[in-house]
């Protein structure tokens, strides 16, 4: 077929962009499945945060990647982040473009393909950048003398989750060989103690975030041993974040879950149930003994399953739970007293709330028994 004739397929959305909201949930014209967020919870998930971070005297720098929208960017902002964090060069891009003139973009970047496609932010002085090697940085560095203008750089430290980072002995040696590179300068250090998912108790999680920040301050003492001037110290996670404070030495916090959470956060003990903004709508398209087959598979949930809540359970049915998923099924166990017929809409709760953000062109605001607002996931799939 000739490009000329080959027809427009447009995003299929849960709700036609010609449909004026408000509309009811049960709406007829809305289908599933659908992401809803309710706009209570969010507003009141945006303030919480913003009031920790003021209370802990630590600057807010929420993570991105959790909601992937401007608008709810720009609802951070407003109650006070300082600024964003993203992981991907597509964020970075995304949210430059929509007004955010502090970015700090926490991955190690590598390549020209991507480097390139950061020169207009390093040239507006909007980004800081994220390294544990000299590899990488020698590919900032050529990024900011082509640019134009120095690029502010965090050293990654492991604090134990083990993925990237340097051990924090190593600060001073790598801190000073990158900070002689033309265009960088070394201004901070930054980690993610992602492995507070894998403990267990609410004071395993506080040990954690503890030695998040011990390592942090031994890297601090290497870094400036070595004459590096330590301004930033980036850490703390939905989990973490609550046990850090300026005391410690905390300069900011990157908290990204936070903002819908999910029921990986309920079982860490950062939120609680009535603090989950976003559900799933789905749609009861099947019925068989004890079981009820809805509309939303692992295309849409993720195969994401955790030990206490297996790939999740509907809101208003806590006792039921998603026993198994293909990729457009979902298999949800009923309870013996429970009873759902074909058509009936059903509100799923999400394991893993970024991931299910990434894949969605849009997503629903909800008040009370309504979608009243359209919120566009303005980074979705800016994976590259
Ligand atoms: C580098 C970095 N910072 C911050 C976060 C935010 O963590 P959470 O979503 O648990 O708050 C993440 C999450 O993956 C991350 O990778």
Same mark, same amino acid.
């Given at each position: 077929?000739?490009?000329?004739?080959?027809?427009?397929?447009?995003?299929?959305?849960?709700?036609?962009?010609?449909?004026?909201?408000?509309?009811?949930?049960?709406?007829?014209?809305?289908?599933?499945?659908?992401?809803?967020?309710?706009?209570?919870?969010?507003?009141? +998930?945006?303030?919480?945060?913003?009031?920790?971070?003021?209370? #802990?005297?630590?600057?807010?720098?929420?993570?991105?990647?959790?909601?992937?929208?401007?608008?709810?960017?720009?609802?951070?902002?407003?109650?006070?982040?300082?600024?964003?964090?993203?992981?991907?060069?597509? =964020?970075?891009?995304?949210?430059? #473009?929509?007004?955010?003139?502090?970015? !700090?973009?926490?991955?190690?970047?590598?390549?020209?393909?991507?480097?390139?496609?950061?020169?207009?932010?390093?040239? #507006?002085?909007?980004?800081?950048?994220?390294?544990?090697?000299?590899?990488?940085?020698?590919?900032?560095?050529?990024?900011?003398?082509?640019?134009?203008?120095?690029?502010?750089?965090?050293?990654?430290?492991?604090?134990?989750?083990?993925?990237?980072?340097?051990?924090?002995?190593?600060?001073?040696?790598?801190?000073?060989?990158?900070?002689?590179?033309?265009?960088?300068?070394?201004?901070?250090?930054?980690?993610?103690?992602?492995?507070?998912?894998?403990?267990?108790?609410?004071?395993?999680?506080?040990?954690?975030?503890? +030695?998040?920040?011990?390592?942090?301050?031994?890297?601090?003492?290497?870094? =400036?041993?070595?004459?590096?001037?330590?301004?930033?110290?980036?850490?703390? %996670?939905?989990?973490?974040?609550?046990?850090?404070?300026?005391?410690?030495?905390?300069?900011?916090?990157?908290?990204?879950?936070?903002?819908? +959470?999910?029921?990986? !956060?309920?079982?860490?003990?950062?939120?609680?149930?009535?603090?989950?903004?976003?559900?799933?709508?789905?749609?009861?398209?099947?019925?068989?003994?004890?079981?009820?087959?809805?509309?939303?598979? +692992?295309?849409?949930? !993720?195969?994401?399953?955790?030990?206490?809540?297996?790939?999740?359970?509907?809101?208003?049915?806590?006792?039921?739970?998603?026993?198994?998923?293909?990729?457009?099924?979902?298999?949800?166990?009923?309870?013996?007293?429970?009873?759902?017929?074909?058509?009936?809409?059903?509100?799923?709760?999400?394991?893993?709330?970024?991931?299910?953000?990434?894949?969605?062109?849009?997503?629903?605001?909800?008040?009370? %028994?309504?979608?009243? %607002?359209?919120? %566009?996931?303005?980074?979705?799939?800016?994976?590259?």
């Amino acid at each position: 077929m000739s490009s000329a004739s080959a027809p427009t397929i447009r995003p299929a959305l849960p709700l036609d962009p010609a449909i004026d909201v408000p509309i009811a949930l049960d709406d007829p014209r809305l289908a599933t499945p659908a992401l809803l967020v309710d706009l209570d919870i969010l507003d009141s +998930n945006v303030r919480r945060m913003a009031a920790l971070s003021r209370r #802990a005297g630590v600057a807010l720098r929420p993570h991105a990647k959790s909601h992937k929208s401007l608008a709810i960017a720009d609802q951070q902002i407003e109650a006070g982040a300082v600024g964003l964090c993203v992981a991907t060069v597509g =964020e970075a891009e995304t949210f430059f #473009a929509g007004g955010i003139t502090d970015l !700090t973009l926490a991955y190690p970047i590598f390549g020209e393909s991507k480097l390139r496609r950061l020169r207009d932010m390093v040239a #507006a002085g909007v980004l800081t950048m994220v390294t544990d090697s000299y590899e990488i940085a020698e590919g900032y560095s050529r990024l900011a003398v082509d640019a134009g203008h120095d690029i502010p750089v965090l050293l990654e430290i492991d604090t134990g989750m083990h993925r990237v980072g340097i051990p924090p002995e190593h600060a001073g040696t790598l801190g000073s060989s990158i900070a002689a590179l033309p265009g960088l300068q070394v201004v901070g250090l930054l980690t993610h103690a992602g492995h507070a998912h894998d403990v267990h108790t609410q004071p395993e999680i506080a040990a954690v975030a503890r +030695n998040e920040a011990r390592l942090l301050a031994d890297a601090r003492y290497h870094a =400036e041993q070595a004459g590096l001037e330590i301004t930033v110290v980036s850490a703390g %996670s939905t989990l973490t974040a609550p046990y850090l404070t300026a005391a410690d030495g905390i300069t900011e916090i990157r908290p990204g879950t936070y903002i819908l +959470n999910d029921l990986r !956060t309920v079982t860490c003990y950062a939120c609680t149930p009535d603090q989950l903004a976003a559900s799933m709508l789905t749609t009861v398209v099947s019925v068989g003994p004890g079981r009820a087959v809805f509309d939303a598979g +692992n295309k849409t949930l !993720t195969p994401t399953r955790i030990e206490q809540h297996g790939f999740g359970y509907p809101r208003e049915i806590p006792d039921a739970r998603v026993s198994r998923l293909s990729e457009e099924h979902g298999v949800l166990q009923l309870p013996d007293d429970e009873h759902l017929c074909v058509g009936d809409r059903v509100r799923m709760l999400p394991i893993h709330i970024c991931v299910w953000m990434d894949l969605q062109h849009e997503v629903y605001g909800v008040a009370g %028994s309504q979608i009243v %607002s359209r919120i %566009s996931v303005d980074a979705m799939r800016r994976s590259i």
